[in-house]
DNA sequence: ACCTTGTGAATTTTT
DNA sequence: TTCACAAGGT
């Protein structure tokens, strides 16, 4: 055993470090607490709003004052909840709950910050069409543009005609959405040339049209017009319809208060306290916000205090205020914490030199050797024909005996991009299943949240579907499973054990090699009558939405395929089989995505992103490389060409894509507990200097 | 040879 | 949404 024996010298220096958080709150200090990776950051912002509570918490209650957390995710505030036990005095949530719990009711001067913002909006928009000389904007409205005012009406009328057709034919093919727009392109005919810039024209002016309706809805106080509302579900605004979404919310909220000392008086005097955790993370607007509330303070005398807990060196999402806090809030008291309760000194050596800030951590305990770190360069054989996955999975297979991997014993293999998770977890075809449907490939940036999201609540309409159906399949397959968590005890409580018995019958007479034979299977058993405990069980499923196989088949198709022409035959043939092709996905298979989503994974290995794998630890860590990751081809290449380069000037190693990669490396190996392993895809020969500089050593996989 | 146009492919995560 | 590239036109 390691990692159980603690160093009274580092103990001692962890209680001076929490005594220095606690003397500045006293103080009213405004701090920035950072720590690196594993070094109890948590605990520390935990035990700051204890310590509130026990010295100042008298205090508050009497004044009627509360003291604000704020977190980066739902998750976390869930976290940070449970640690802290009940109490009546702190206010954990996100910035965002908090923000509009704050501002929603000064709707007066929140509707006129949103006038502003869609007459900024509009005067974008005319500046795009008439004068803007961006080489990216000016061709798109050259033609519109060349057009007389009087043309322009007549333009925008025609339009308006036939808003239907152009809707319905958006996604269609160039020739095909110009055919149906014959009478545009015969008294437009430079207009229609150009499709993509005819469908960028005709969405502005559609778009300017109503902002402008919208401000004169609410010069007139119409009816659902005096008041902005938030919608935290999707984000999107729609500003016509008075509806903000996630960033447009902090823009407003900064707005306010930057314009309204009243409202700044109010929250210092109710909240004397705000302490924000994963500071890297937040938006700038919010930092904004708190040096404004902080200047007001000081200015007026007025106590009040803003803590800061983060590492600048996790800041892996571009729209974080990450390395910039000093600069857009000056004068924050600093606190350091230098040591590592999570990993063998073997990984903390590693970590370090990734930093290479001068923040080298110690490790908390005495007894925290026993780690291993290595670097393995995959060199391609050439007679052996396997892809890339199938190398990671011999890999991490290695490792399997290597390191007793077992249910308790975890590997956890990290890679970069969603759909290398589902090809290696054995999901891929689900993947590029719903990837490749209309849907997702108009929304493709949806498709993370709505299929591969293990919050239940964010899944999409269809993948929620198929969730279902996929956790009706495995209950029923389980010989063990309660009979309650099968069928609602709202129709149990009617049922007579004659009829229950006929119910359970048919459900284990259920079957399909693929998810759409399954389906098949239940509509085969389905009658729609009452009295049947299983046509109940299945309205209750489908919400009574499908009668039949076909109606399930025409929601899915509907769904996935939205707005598709049926008139062409071959479309409709396509879309078929995709839809088809997805229905005859193995039940297996399916069971493996559902399992993932319900985060019930029962392999011995599993895979994530890096980026989804922050704020966790795991025993085994293996970290899959490669040199590009999104649009650029070389970003780890020429990070490694980077590091531990003296002839490479410094100014180069502050560049954003720079740290960027090097917060993903350090995010990414920090995980691990005890054994780390990381296997690069590519050719390493022309920047082997810099993995040396970081890994030492350099071997090879399968071998040299 | 150069420009315009249309098509298809590309990341991660949170609220 | 943004970018790269192929196809086709001038």
Not at 219 to 231: A, C, I, K, Q, W
Not at 279 to 291: C, K, L, P, Y
Not at 466 to 474: D, H, K, Y
Not at 522 to 543: A, C, L, P, R, T
Request: glycine letters at 4%; a negative charge; one cysteine or more.
């Amino acid at each position: 055993m390691s990692l159980t024996t603690l160093k009274p010298e580092y103990q001692a220096q962890e209680k001076e470090i929490q005594n220095t958080i606690y003397q500045h709150i006293d103080r009213w200090d405004d701090i920035v607490f950072s720590a690196g990776a594993g070094a109890g950051k948590t605990y520390a912002l935990v035990e700051s709003l204890k310590h509130i509570v026990k010295h100042h918490g008298r205090r508050l209650s009497e004044h009627n004052q509360k003291v604000i957390c704020i977190t980066y995710t739902n998750a976390a505030t869930a976290e940070i909840k449970e640690r802290l036990g009940d109490s009546q005095l702190i206010f954990v949530s996100t910035i965002h709950e908090r923000l509009w719990e704050l501002i929603k009711n000064h709707q007066k001067p929140l509707v006129a910050i949103h006038k502003g913002n869609l007459a900024k909006k509009i005067a974008e928009m005319e500046h795009d069409i008439s004068t803007n000389a961006d080489p990216k904007v000016e061709p798109k409205f050259r033609v519109y543009r060349a057009l007389s005012q009087e043309r322009r009406a007549e333009f925008e009328d025609i339009i308006s005609d036939k808003l239907d057709i152009y809707y319905r034919l958006y996604d269609s093919p160039a020739n095909k959405l110009r055919d149906g727009l014959t009478d545009v392109g015969e008294q437009f005919p430079d207009i229609l040339k150009n499709v993509g810039n005819f469908k960028k024209i005709v969405d502005t002016i559609l778009r300017l049209k109503k902002y402008k309706a919208c401000i004169e809805k609410i010069d007139s106080d119409l009816d659902g017009y005096t008041e902005v509302r938030y919608e935290s579900r999707f984000n999107r605004d729609i500003l016509h319809r008075m509806i903000i979404s996630h960033d447009t919310l902090l823009e407003y909220g900064q707005e306010l208060v930057s314009q309204y000392d009243i409202l700044k008086k109010i929250i210092i005097d109710s909240f004397p306290y705000i302490l924000i955790d994963e500071f890297q993370d937040t938006n700038t607007a919010v930092v904004t916000i708190m040096r404004q509330l902080s200047a007001y303070s000081s200015k007026f005398g007025h106590n009040f205090l803003v803590g800061y807990f983060g590492d600048e060196m996790q800041s892996i999402y571009d729209d974080g205020i990450g390395h910039n806090l000093p600069t857009i809030h000056a004068g924050l008291v600093s606190v350091n914490k230098f040591l590592n309760r999570r990993s063998h000194q073997e990984v903390i050596d590693t970590i370090n030199k990734i930093r290479d800030d001068n923040t080298d951590q110690k490790s908390i305990y005495s007894d925290c050797t026993g780690g291993s770190v290595e670097f393995y360069a995959y060199k391609k054989d050439g007679r052996a024909q396997i892809d890339n996955s199938e190398a990671v999975l011999n890999f991490a297979n290695r490792y399997v005996n290597l390191w007793n991997i077992s249910q308790e014993n975890k590997l956890h293999c990290l890679v970069l991009t969603n759909k290398l998770v589902a090809t290696l977890s054995k999901f891929e075809n689900v993947h590029s299943g719903f990837t490749g449907t209309k849907y997702y490939k108009r929304f493709w940036d949806r498709t993370n949240t709505e299929v591969l999201s293990t919050d239940l609540t964010k899944l999409g309409t269809i993948p929620r579907l198929f969730f279902e159906i996929m956790n009706f399949q495995s209950k029923i397959s389980n010989p063990r499973t309660p009979l309650e968590s099968i069928i609602d005890r709202t129709i149990l409580e009617n049922a007579s054990f004659d009829e229950l018995s006929t119910c359970i019958k048919k459900c284990q007479e259920l079957a399909g090699e693929s998810i759409g034979g399954f389906v098949e299977s239940i509509f085969n058993e389905y009658d729609g009558s009452q009295s049947s405990i299983f046509s109940q069980k299945v309205d209750h499923m489908f919400n009574g939405s499908f009668k039949s196989y076909d109606n399930f088949y025409k929601h899915v198709f509907d769904e996935l395929f939205p707005n598709i022409d049926t008139e062409d035959e071959s479309v409709l043939e396509s879309v078929n089989k995709h839809v088809s092709d997805l229905l005859s996905i193995t039940l297996e298979e399916f069971g493996r995505w559902y399992r993932f989503i319900a985060d019930q994974q029962d392999s011995e290995i599993e895979f994530h992103t890096y980026h989804g794998v922050k704020g966790l630890e795991y025993e085994n860590v293996i970290v899959i490389m490669e040199n590009d990751f999104g649009r650029n081809r070389d970003k780890f290449s020429s990070f490694f060409m980077h590091v531990g380069n003296d002839t490479v000037p410094e100014e180069d190693k502050g560049r954003a894509e720079f740290m960027n990669t090097k917060n993903l490396l350090y995010v990414s190996c920090s995980r691990a507990i005890r054994n780390l392993r990381v296997l690069y895809l590519d050719d390493i020969t022309k920047f082997d200097k810099g993995i040396k500089s970081i890994f030492h050593e350099i071997h090879c996989y399968p071998d040299c």
